[in-house]
């Protein structure tokens, strides 16, 4: 079973997203970089930001998560970088590297496909 993780913007998760409902929805629906799930068993594991530019936490937040799911034999197999971090991050080369560095799995680069052309129309 993959155990997803997906990391995204403090500061989008914090101000802009609303609870991050798009990445959710991509992943209930197995959409846009979940597709690569579809017809396996699958569950998210975690929703976590990045600790604030540029990326300043993100390691010391992956050993936590690791930590505190280690008592219930919870581990992750998978990260996705939300679209927020992808997107619009001046920092993703630095977040992509640590997260690889310290995830010890497969890290990819993106979530859900709504972007929306016109957001305020």
Same mark, same amino acid.
């Given at each position: 079973? =993959?155990?997803i993780l ?21 992943? &209930? ?5 979940? /597709? @690569?799930?579809?017809? @396996? ?7 976590? &930001?990045?600790?604030d530019c ?8 992956? %050993?936590?998560?690791?930590?505190? &799911?280690?008592?219930?034999? =919870? /581990? $992750?197999?998978? #990260?996705?970088? %939300? %679209? ?12 992509? &590297?640590? $997260?690889? #560095? /310290? %995830? ?10 709504? /972007? ?6």
């Amino acid at each position: 079973m =993959e155990k997803i993780l997906i990391v995204g913007c403090k500061k989008a998760m914090d101000d802009v997203c609303i609870g991050c409902s798009r990445c959710l929805v991509g992943f &209930n629906r197995l959409d846009g970089e979940f /597709k @690569r799930y579809k017809g @396996r068993d699958v569950q998210l594991l975690g929703l976590l &930001n990045c600790g604030d530019c540029p990326g300043a936490t993100i390691v010391t937040r992956l %050993a936590q998560i690791s930590l505190w &799911n280690k008592p219930m034999q =919870e /581990k $992750i197999t998978k #990260v996705h970088v %939300a %679209a927020c971090n992808m997107d619009h991050c001046p920092h993703k080369e630095t977040l992509l &590297n640590k $997260i690889r #560095v /310290k %995830a010890g799995v497969e890290v990819i680069e993106g979530t859900h496909p709504y /972007k929306p052309e016109e957001i305020f129309t």
